[in-house]
């Protein structure tokens, strides 16, 4: 999987792109960490449009980005979920917890 | 009748074997021409299963993984991930959301997702022999379709 990002304003934004499973998922993890400890945003924003797939290993992966954010007093939140994507968070419920915003 | 197919693949329980199990699945999937929704929900459940394996079924070791595939009733893709490692004490338990034994990066959902993209899901376990999950999903025939 790709992982790239931008920061502007204290908005973190982290695009991830390819398949997201467990294989990836530790690695995924660690690399969010160091990008939100190198900027310290005020939001981070996990941007999904390039994830081609994604299983419940992702939902792992959001739920440790939410709580670094939370340990540092920001806010994170998830953009743009392809359609498989889309069904993982859905039925994981985890829309409950962090915003999932599109833009289609 | 029409003549029913089937794959078995067997492969150690390496991570890096979980995409190349949801894609070989996929591509037997694709003679009962799903749609990119049904594939989607395959795939998913598939890497589930597998990963299911690979992190429970042997935390410490590289074991042996049996998936079979197999159409039944024309349209119905069965799917059968076995494993030979530790075995679940509490399938009950071990099928509710959120419950894990994975660590941080796992998320209890695994079950949930299986349970919800699937139309069946059985669960069979014996403690230090190994696990079997079968799941069923039919695929819906299309208008327009041979």
Redesign the interface.
């Given at each position: 999987m790709t992982i790239a990002a931008s920061c502007a304003g204290g908005r973190l934004t982290v695009y991830l792109g390819g398949?997201l499973?467990?294989?990836e998922?530790?690695g995924a993890?660690r690399s969010i960490q160091e990008l939100i400890d190198e900027h310290m945003p005020r939001l981070c924003a996990l941007d999904l449009s390039e994830i081609s797939?994604m299983?419940?290993?992702g939902?792992?992966v959001i739920?440790?980005a939410g709580r670094k954010m939370k340990a540092i007093g920001g806010q994170l939140c998830v953009e743009n979920p392809a359609?498989?994507a889309r069904?993982?968070l859905e039925?994981?419920?985890v829309g409950k917890l962090i915003a999932v915003a599109s833009n289609g | 009748m029409k003549e029913e197919n089937y794959i078995k693949l067997e492969f150690p329980s390496r991570s890096s074997n979980e995409a190349f199990a949801r894609a070989a699945a996929a591509a037997f999937a694709a003679q009962l021409d799903p749609t990119l929704e049904e594939l989607g929900d395959v795939k998913t459940a598939v890497s589930e299963a597998v990963t299911n394996a690979i992190v429970h079924a042997y935390p410490d070791a590289i074991g042996r993984i049996v998936m079979r595939l197999r159409i039944q009733g024309g349209n119905t893709l069965e799917i059968m991930v076995k494993d030979f490692g530790k075995g679940i004490e509490n399938v009950e338990e071990a099928r509710k959301p959120l419950f894990t034994t994975g660590g941080s990066e796992r998320s209890g959902m695994g079950f949930t997702i299986m349970e919800s993209f699937m139309d069946k899901l059985r669960v069979r376990s014996v403690p230090g022999k190994g696990t079997t999950v079968v799941m069923q999903r039919a695929i819906r025939l299309r208008v327009g379709r041979r």
């Open positions: 398949e499973d467990h294989h998922a530790g993890i797939f299983d419940s290993s939902i792992a739920i440790n359609e498989q069904r993982v039925t994981s419920g | -």
